[in-house]
């Protein structure tokens, strides 16, 4: 039986909630975002984005570009409550639901003809019943796999349609750029681009050796797949939540160990609650640092001696990875986040004698939270 992906991307989602639910931004430039001081664009309308607005554009320069547009707070609780009513108009087309983010999906058609036609039929019902359910539009793209629904869906924004023809999806996708292909950013785009390759035609007639010699074995692969139209990975519905984060953007820059430590340690911290809230452990902490100067973002992750969801296992672990980071640039955003996941099971008693371990901390949180929770948030973890 031959696969039907189809990839639903929602149109500036949060700037379509927002102009919708609010008649009088309907036709005007909208940026959704944080303040002008610091923060950033999260989505921009598509009055706003001639002007060169995108997300994760800082939002002093973007309003720079276009000093008419309204700028509107996220409010992220409208926005999953949406996303809810979008994924539930996608169930009733398949069980095979594959949610990336609040407005993207992946949803395996194959063998659906019957029930709702050719495979263009089905993308134009689903846009048909997002519209009729939320009065948003979105674009869904259409392939043999995840890869090619995921480029299609792209290619007619606002409100489109693609099929990636299924007999030769080669031909469609080589003469397109590069960082099209999932895992090429802009180092791995400048080093292919170096000795030649700009087009993913040209990645797809390259020697093997060659895009691993400049990639490493691993992406290498990965990209030679991509560039052929191959990807078997399956549309895995209910997806498991991938991390646990949190980060902040600063109101003045900071560099330095101590400086940034300072701040890592409360990101830590809610990251820790927050699994603890949710019952999982974490077997891997990853921090994030935002650049101020060029707005470059720098992650270090690494595994932690043993799944946990305490804040001192954390904060150590990160105290390491930020040993591998320039601190000497000025700082404006730090962020950490647990992954690798999994259910806590049960608890567990301090140990009387010998030293602490990460399951006594992770006790001795439970015990502050629960504090917390009775007389308030006025008491602090400590140092040690």
Known sequence: MKRIILHMDMDAFYASVEQRDDPSLRGKPVIVGGSEHRGVVATASYEARPFGVHSALPMARALRLCPDAVVVRPRMERYVEVSRQIMEELGNFSPLIEPLSLDEAFIDMSGSEKLFGEPDAMAHKIMKAIRKRTKLSCSVGIGSNKFLAKVASDIDKPGGMTWIPFDDPKAFIAPMPIRKLWGVGPR???????????????????????????????????????????????????????????????EHDV???????????????????????KKLLAAGLRVKLRYSETFRVATRQAALPAPCDDSRSMIGAAHKLLDRLDLDEPIR???????????????????????????DHSEIEHTIDAIRGRFGDKIDYGSD
Do not use: N
């Open 333 to 359: 955003l730090i962020g950490a986040a647990a992954y690798d996941l999994s259910p806590r099971d049960g608890q567990r008693q301090l140990g009387l004698f010998g030293p602490t371990t990460a399951e």
């Open 188 to 250: 791995a785009t400048e080093k292919l681009e170096q000795v030649g390759l700009s087009r993913i035609g040209e990645v797809a007639a390259a020697d093997r050796a060659l895009l691993d010699s400049q990639l490493g074995t691993s992406l290498g692969g990965h990209v030679h797949r991509l560039s052929h139209a191959l990807d078997d990975r399956p549309v895995i519905p209910g997806r498991k939540r991938k991390s646990v984060g949190s980060e902040t953007t600063l």
């Open 255 to 277: 560099r330095g160990l101590e400086s940034t430590m300072r701040i890592m340690r409360k990101q830590c911290e809610r990251v820790a609650t927050s699994l603890r809230q």
